[in-house]
């Protein structure tokens, strides 16, 4: 199975933002529709941004709708994820993997939001 390396996490204060990057050795990346995923403590791992094989399509959770954008660099076997005005409550470990999650999860990058 695909194996997937989580970078760019940290502290911010609420309103800042973070670049997350996730890159894999995977040959066949790019046939994958790829997810940034996160779990906070005590809940479930949850989808929080998906993007098709092509970088095309993307979708959103509600919660970050307007607040996060994911990208793709296919040629680089990069996925992304832009975070912007963050808040206390996007704290969580950060994942990416398939968009079905059904890929080996890394290590994940915790992300902290507060003053």
């Known amino acids: 199975q695909a194996q997937f390396v989580e970078s760019g996490g940290g502290l911010v204060q609420p309103g800042g933002s973070l670049r997350l990057s996730c890159t894999t050795s995977e040959s066949f990346f790019t046939f994958y529709h790829m997810g940034w995923f996160r779990q906070a403590p005590g809940k479930q791992r949850e989808l929080v941004a998906s993007?098709?094989?092509?970088?095309?399509?993307?979708n959103y959770a509600d919660s970050v709708k307007g607040r996060f954008t994911i990208s793709r660099d296919n040629t680089k076997s990069w996925v992304y994820l832009q975070m912007n005005n963050l808040k206390p409550e996007d704290t969580a470990v950060y994942y990416c993997?398939?968009?079905?999650?059904?890929?080996?999860w890394g290590q994940g990058t915790q992300v902290f939001v507060s003053s």
């Open positions: 993007i098709d094989s092509g970088g095309v399509t993307t």
């Open positions: 993997n398939t968009r079905w999650g059904n890929a080996d």
